[in-house]
């Protein structure tokens, strides 16, 4: 089962650096690297906090520059480990918001019209998890012991208010840096909460249709189709 996993993990992983940067047209899988959005509104209401507007010309990427630092899967407990890197992720576009923005208690304004120019270096995604019989389906999967971690080596933003003077500006993109850099690090300890309670329920259920056997003939026949003549194209 060991030599199974390795067999099956690393040529997905292959196959995804290439087909991203091009998609897949034969299966209506979009260019993931860069990941590109003209022009998207957005409505976000939760306690105090209240902000509308819009981005656009929004551009993602390096999400097909990781590294795996590792892979393995115990052939015994079924525990999985995964540890892989992303040296640099870069947004740009640009945001217009206004709205009433609250923090620890305070409320603060929000008017923005704003160019994005933002990275994350160093971006270390570190887990596991270990699979078992379904709950729902006794010919099933389902993923237990689910643990994820994330860390970020510098937060870097360099965005440019058009309402804001010079000062304003610098100031912003220093707070901006340091707090989401901050809070990355504060909620560490709730991942696993978090990832419990959003991410594990739609895995089991989906997962709960396949075998083992399926999962993985799943995962080499996506490998050998992202690496084919027919997805070297743009979608």
Do not use: H
């Amino acid at each position: 089962m060991k030599q199974m996993c390795k067999c099956t993990t690393k040529p997905i992983n292959y196959a995804f650096k290439t087909m991203a940067p091009n998609g897949c047209a034969a299966q209506n899988i979009p260019v993931m690297d860069p990941i590109t959005n003209e022009f998207s509104t957005f409505n976000y209401t939760r306690g105090e906090t209240s902000i509308v507007g819009n981005v656009s010309n929004i551009r993602i990427s390096g999400l097909s520059n990781f590294i795996i630092l590792n892979g393995e899967m115990d052939p015994n407990t079924f525990q999985v480990n995964f540890d892989f890197l992303f040296p640099e992720l870069q947004i740009l576009g640009s945001t217009i918001m206004e709205g009433v923005f609250n923090m620890f208690g305070f409320s603060f304004p929000m008017n923005q019209n704003m160019l994005l120019n933002e990275r994350l270096e160093q971006l270390r995604i570190v887990g596991e998890y270990t699979f078992a019989q379904s709950l729902i389906n006794s010919n099933g999967l389902r993923l237990k012991d689910v643990k994820l971690n994330f860390y970020v080596g510098e937060v870097k933003i360099e965005n440019w208010d058009s309402l804001w003077n010079i000062s304003a500006n610098n100031f912003y993109d220093g707070l901006s840096s340091q707090m989401l850099a901050f809070l990355a690090k504060e909620i560490q300890p709730s991942m696993d909460q978090i990832v419990a309670e959003y991410v594990v329920p739609p895995m089991n259920n989906m997962l709960s249709n396949f075998s083992m056997t399926q999962i993985t003939s799943f995962f080499v026949n996506t490998a050998k189709s992202w690496t084919s003549e027919n997805c070297n194209a743009s979608a």
